[in-house]
């Protein structure tokens, strides 16, 4: 479909932490895309968009998000590949998508990935293995490797925006931990998906994604492992979202991930905090969610951040992420956007600082306008790497 601004390729929304895809039951009551602002993918279809809302593990690994995501958009089983699935001790292969989520996507038809939060993340993986592949996956299944592995196909995707997400990484995972909050965490997910996962209910309304470990059913089989071996397996493998928003793990990541030279990058960073009146401590400002104020409040109290930014730029956040993580991988380069720039693929371009909160990038007690006027500026935005 062509939209009135001239968008040829398909928009694809991924969700971040804990989130959720359009074909989820609990996406009918709120949209994760849009939240109380109205459902974003349908905004854009009406203005003549194609638009898609995928849905991947909300608690796994951006590798494993990724190998779900390349599923889903061209219709086939999930191959976590044998090499990472034989280190992390679950299995290759997951569900399987019968139906593309794009046509024929190729480097004809490309398509324009978006992420919010640990989307981001995802979307960079996915990206990044298009490109570049991984030579261990090669090496372990040789002819039988996944065409994901294989790289090759950076010029796929248009261009990549992430919106609010930890490129680097996030203070709120050095808070929960602080808190004593990661095994709480993680142990309400186990127990969710282990009791929901082993019934005819699995996926309706949330769906974790965790057959790999067998806490969950494979759709239409029955195909679980022990409750106890497969929490221990998955608590032990570090092949989760906590572990990977850490700074161990998003190091790896970004260690691992190459920037194509293919691809236009945008990134969205947002604040919910500003000085106090004497300038010497950050006060939690233009939040939405109460939740999210509370949070913020206690970021601009950790001291544990990145060493690049200036002192108290450092814990500038938006309730969930710190706003200089959120800027561009520390080791990618990168430009700071304006409106009269050229844009060029293989580099970020960092978008001015919006003041929000995590949630209000998604529409989340947002003014409507304020969230439609937000994502058409951004298929402006992307209308100028189509031509």
Not at 20 to 40: K, L, Q
Not at 64 to 87: I, M, P
Request: hydrophobic share 35%.
């Amino acid at each position: 479909m062509n939209c009135e601004k001239n968008l040829r390729y398909p928009l694809i929304f991924v969700h971040g932490m804990f989130g959720w895809g359009e074909h989820e039951g609990i996406n009918n009551y709120i949209p994760y895309w849009g939240a109380t602002s109205g459902n974003i993918t349908e905004y854009m279809e009406e203005l003549g968009c194609e638009a898609h809302a995928a849905s991947v593990g909300p608690v796994s690994s951006a590798w494993d998000r990724a190998c779900e995501l390349y599923a889903q958009l061209v219709g086939t089983t999930v191959d976590y590949g044998k090499a990472h699935s034989e280190e992390r001790k679950h299995k290759q292969f997951g569900r399987k998508y019968d139906k593309p989520l794009i046509e024929s996507w190729s480097a004809e038809n490309k398509i324009h990935l978006i992420g919010h939060s640990f989307g981001g993340t995802t979307i960079r993986m996915l990206a990044h293995l298009l490109t570049h592949g991984a030579p261990e996956e090669i090496e372990a299944s040789g002819d039988e490797v996944s065409p994901l592995f294989k790289g090759g196909h950076g010029d796929w995707i248009a261009s990549l925006t992430a919106i609010c997400s930890p490129l680097n990484g996030t203070l709120a995972h050095d808070t929960v931990e602080r808190f004593n909050l990661k095994m709480l965490l993680r142990y309400g997910v186990y127990l969710y998906t282990g009791a929901l996962g082993r019934t005819p209910l699995n996926g309706t309304f949330i769906d974790f994604h965790l057959e790999q470990y067998g806490l969950s059913n494979t759709p239409g089989q029955k195909d679980t492992a022990p409750f106890i071996d497969a929490v221990k397996r998955l608590d032990a493998s570090n092949d989760q979202v906590e572990y990977d928003m850490g700074p161990e793990g998003s190091k790896a990541i970004n260690d691992r991930i190459e920037i194509s030279p293919e691809i236009f990058y945008f990134s969205f960073p947002y604040n919910a905090v500003k000085e106090s009146k004497n300038g010497k401590r950050l006060v939690p400002s233009n939040t939405k969610f109460p939740f999210l104020t509370l949070t913020s409040a206690i970021l601009t109290k950790d001291v544990k951040s990145h060493t690049e930014a200036p002192e108290l730029e450092k814990l500038y956040n938006d309730g969930l992420v710190d706003t200089f993580s959120a800027t561009h991988p520390h080791d990618e380069p990168f430009c700071q956007w304006e409106e009269t720039d050229e844009i060029k693929p293989g580099i970020w371009h960092v978008m001015p600082i919006t003041q929000g909160d995590h949630g209000s990038a998604i529409g989340l007690f947002e003014k409507k306008d304020v969230t439609h006027k937000f994502y058409k500026d951004l298929i402006d935005l992307l209308q100028k790497t189509e031509k």
